[in-house]
């Protein structure tokens, strides 16, 4: 809708203390949610990357699946 967003990502510890730091400056979060975030991603070829994100999509499309993550770089 045109208004800016602003993303903060820290630590699952620090968590308490992100939240506490935005009530503090009346910042009111949209959302929150816990997002895994790949150490090492894994570099696939066109091919490889096309098949990963066509089995994505199918893991996606399932009503039992919330979230899918991968290390595809």
């Known amino acids: 809708n045109g208004e800016d967003i602003l993303v903060v990502r820290c630590g699952f510890t620090d968590f308490g203390n992100m939240q506490k730091a935005l009530e ?3 910042i ?3 959302s929150a949610e816990l997002e895994w975030i ?3 991603t894994v570099p696939r070829t066109d091919e490889q990357a096309e098949d990963v994100s066509k089995l994505i999509e199918k893991l996606e ?3 039992d ?3 899918v993550f991968h290390n595809m770089g």
């Open 24 to 26: 503090e400056k009346n």
């Open 28 to 30: 009111t979060p949209i």
């Open 38 to 40: 790949p150490n090492i």
């Open 61 to 63: 499309q399932d009503e």
């Open 65 to 67: 699946v919330q979230k």
